[in-house]
């Protein structure tokens, strides 16, 4: 309220806390004798202040269904109360992170001229490669996202317009592992073993080769297709082609 005023010194504000003090301590019987009309009246002008519409409109520009949520939400306030509409606004925001968690963002990692990476739509035939797809997941692998995240691997081998050699995932942001998931990557190296396509893993965080371990993916998959940068990768990649190819 006083920077609204345009107070901007120490005193402006001691002296709005004081007169507030007051008000709480002798003046609030004199105040119950104004009619309820003119008491909604000083909160909602004083509510209509606390509305962000620059920070709305921003959110709208740059995260539609973060706006919507904040739409929602505000209705709720008005209509039935603030803490209805608390539990609105977390019930929603709880939702969308599981949306996101159930099918997250997913791409295929390519190399530009200049030795760059670069993410890209996760679209059959995109190669780090010839021969070599790189595939990012970026959230945690578990029981309600396994069947997703073997289903867009699969397409990106199934549909790709030339023959895929490796089928490198890029565990950077799998931050975890569940039993579901470690069956399901597991049932994935069988099916691109039968359609004599290599599975790798690369960027494995140190703290989940005990996981892996323990589900025997890393005796099924082989230490030697775990990789701990990308580089080595396609360096290890390019001395089998060659070899191959000899």
Known sequence: MVDAAGGRSQWCHLTTATVVLMVLLFFTKPLSFLPNAVLAAIVFLIGVKLV???GLAEIRRSKPREFA????????????????GIIVALVLSLL???RRSYRPNTAVIVRDGADHWRFEDPAPGKMAEPGLVMFWFGADLFYANAAFFAAQARRLIHDSPSPVRWLVVDATAIT???????????????????A???????????????????????????????????HACVAAYTSESLSLAK
């Open 96 to 98: 969308q992170h599981v």
């Open 176 to 194: 975890g592992l569940d039993f579901s998931a470690g069956r399901a990557m597991a049932e994935l190296k069988q099916d691109l073993e039968k």
């Open 69 to 84: 949520v904040a739409i929602v939400t505000a209705v709720t306030v008005v209509l039935f109360g603030v803490k209805e």
């Open 196 to 230: 004599g396509v290599v599975l790798a893993l690369v960027v494995v965080p140190v703290r989940h080769h005990a996981d892996l371990e323990r589900m025997g993916l890393i005796d099924l998959i082989g230490s030697n297709r775990i990789f701990e940068s990308r």
């Open 52 to 54: 962000d519409c620059r």
